[in-house]
């Protein structure tokens, strides 16, 4: 407890590290020009937001992250968040299928299924959309390393419902940066899996123009641990790098940068969070216009994804995880995101429950038609204090680029290790402060209730799914034209080789039935597979 008139600690941080004062006033804004520094929403630099009427106009997409076991498993699920107010879809995929390989497949063993749905080709594609019209609603793919191979049977997918691929609206997440520097679902070395990330924008931008085919993520850099900063500065980062080979590969800048998106996570810390999100769209804006020398304003906007944290998510007393969702949910509108993902309460658990995904999904209708939040563009613009955290996180970001830029680039500071040894400090420190009590956790590290009792009944997967997919596939390549799936096969390795435009031949190849796996190996015989190194 605090004396009278004192406080009740020595000192006050941001989780980042940035020390807080007791008050700001307009001294510590000085020198903050309204034109420059802020603007009219919709307007450059789009700190207060990137359209000028925002939530008034139309809320933001509600976007629930949700898959699991086999496609029809997932489809039913969907068709439930949909009852329930989702507006977008975003597909969760399992182990196996974010790594590239088919269901039958060795390494698969024992994962088929549980963290996501299992795709492993276009009838599973085409079951996991069944009555759900894809000219009516857009879809996020969590996926990287194969993004190429599930966009593929999406967009056959759609054309086989009759949807043309120039109405076919969603998200790839296909950044393989952040792979190799947090979440390291990788098979192939930095530089071919840039060349691919970059093959999927260049057919985007000639064939699907409202697909954004690129979402560069932070939010799993987040979770690995890293601060706000260098969440914001590491995904900045790799903004530039992809841009920079979109060019290299012949792509005039605004051709493809206005579909290219950004995935944030949005921690506890709210004032923190909401700063990094006003300060993420002025940066961009800054980097698009006077580095790449974009002409094109919807060049210099950053759209972007929200998802809760779930590091912040605790198994002990997991009602209170409700609380914590909905207070970074709200932080992420007030920072102005275009859509968002709100976490289940007992995800620190298990899978999702249905009744947790609804309170989740419904959570976002209570902040946006309960609340009055939405009702005001950037509501907490002009706060003193708002207004100094905005600026002194960009300042801060900054920096951490050019330390990036310093090494090298991105590409180098994979390499050298520098990623992986700072998330392993901040990580580490992090979990200290938590365990110290420095950073105070309800129900974890203080306000503890004794003799709490949970009562789940978690989702469980089938163990008789992995056999089911294993007949599956093997009655598909059974029926399929053999000749013709070795044939596409081929081509594709040679365009490989040659570094060819790499899409029509993978569309072609999942629509004559080869599967996600048969084409990745395809790949990694001419790629090879990555093999991190040791950072000490």
């Not at 020390?19 to 520094?37: M, S």
């Not at 979440?183 to 999927?200: A, G």
Request: proline fraction near 5%; charged fraction near 25%; aromatic fraction near 12%.
């Amino acid at each position: 407890m605090a004396k009278a008139g004192g406080e009740r600690k020595p000192a006050f941080y941001t989780l980042s590290g940035i020390p807080i004062k007791r008050l700001y006033t307009p001294e510590d804004v000085k020198g903050l020009n309204y034109e420059v520094h802020l603007g009219e929403p919709g307007k450059y630099p789009f700190t207060r937001g990137i359209y000028p009427t925002m939530y008034r106009g139309r809320i933001w997409t509600i976007r629930m992250f949700s898959g699991y076991g086999s496609p029809e498993e997932t489809n039913r699920r969907w068709k439930e968040l949909i009852k329930h107010g989702e507006t977008g879809l975003s597909t969760a995929f399992d182990y196996p299928t974010l790594n590239g390989y088919d269901s039958d497949h060795p390494l698969a063993r024992g994962e088929v299924g549980r963290a996501g749905v299992a795709v492993s080709c276009l009838p599973d594609m085409e079951r996991l959309f069944e009555g759900i019209p894809i000219g009516s609603v857009t879809t996020s793919f969590t996926i990287n390393a194969p993004a190429i191979c599930i966009l593929s049977m999406y967009f056959a997918t759609a054309l086989k419902q009759g949807v043309p691929l120039t109405q076919v609206g969603g998200t790839t997440q296909n950044d393989m940066l952040k792979e190799f520097i947090a979440q390291k679902s990788y098979r192939f070395p930095p530089e071919p899996s840039l060349f691919i990330n970059v093959d999927i924008v260049k057919f985007c931008t000639e064939h699907a123009p409202l697909w954004h085919p690129i979402s560069i993520s932070g939010y799993h850099i987040r979770e690995a641990g890293a601060t706000a900063i260098q969440e914001l500065a590491w995904t900045l980062a790799d903004g530039m790098t992809f841009v920079e080979k979109g060019v290299e590969m012949g792509l005039d800048v605004d051709s493809f940068a206005p579909r290219l998106s950004f995935f944030f996570c949005c921690h506890v810390d709210f004032f923190e969070e909401i700063a990094k999100f006003r300060a993420a769209r002025r940066m961009w804006a800054k980097i698009m216009k006077d580095r790449f020398n974009a002409k094109d304003p919807r060049s210099w906007c950053l759209r972007f994804h929200t998802q809760t944290a779930g590091q912040s998510l605790t198994y002990q007393y997991p009602e209170l995880n409700i609380a914590r969702t909905a207070i970074e949910a709200l932080a992420a509108v007030l920072g102005g995101t275009n859509s968002l993902h709100t976490n289940s309460y007992d995800e620190a658990i298990c899978l999702p429950t249905e009744k947790a995904a609804q309170i989740a999904t419904l959570t976002q209708r209570f902040i946006a038609h309960e609340t009055g939040v939405a009702s005001v563009v950037d509501p907490l613009g002009g706060s003193y204090y708002v207004e100094w955290l905005t600026n002194e996180v960009e300042a801060r970001a900054w920096e951490e680029i050019e330390r990036i830029e310093k090494q090298g680039g991105v590409l180098k500071c994979i390499e050298n290790g520098y990623y992986l040894r700072e998330l392993a400090r901040t990580a580490n420190e992090y979990r200290r402060k938590i365990e110290s009590g420095e950073i105070e956790v309800v129900g974890v590290n203080c306000f503890a209730p004794p003799d709490l009792k949970y009562d789940f009944k978690p989702l469980k997967i089938p163990l008789e799914l992995e056999e089911q997919r294993k007949e599956f596939l093997s009655r598909l390549r059974e029926r399929r034209n053999n000749s013709e799936v070795k044939a596409v096969l081929n081509k594709l390795r040679r365009a490989a080789e040659d570094r060819e435009h790499l899409f029509p031949l993978v569309l072609k190849a999942v629509q004559v039935h080869a599967t996600l796996g048969e084409i990745m190996q395809t790949f990694e015989d001419v790629y090879g597979r990555y093999k991190e190194q040791p950072v000490f």
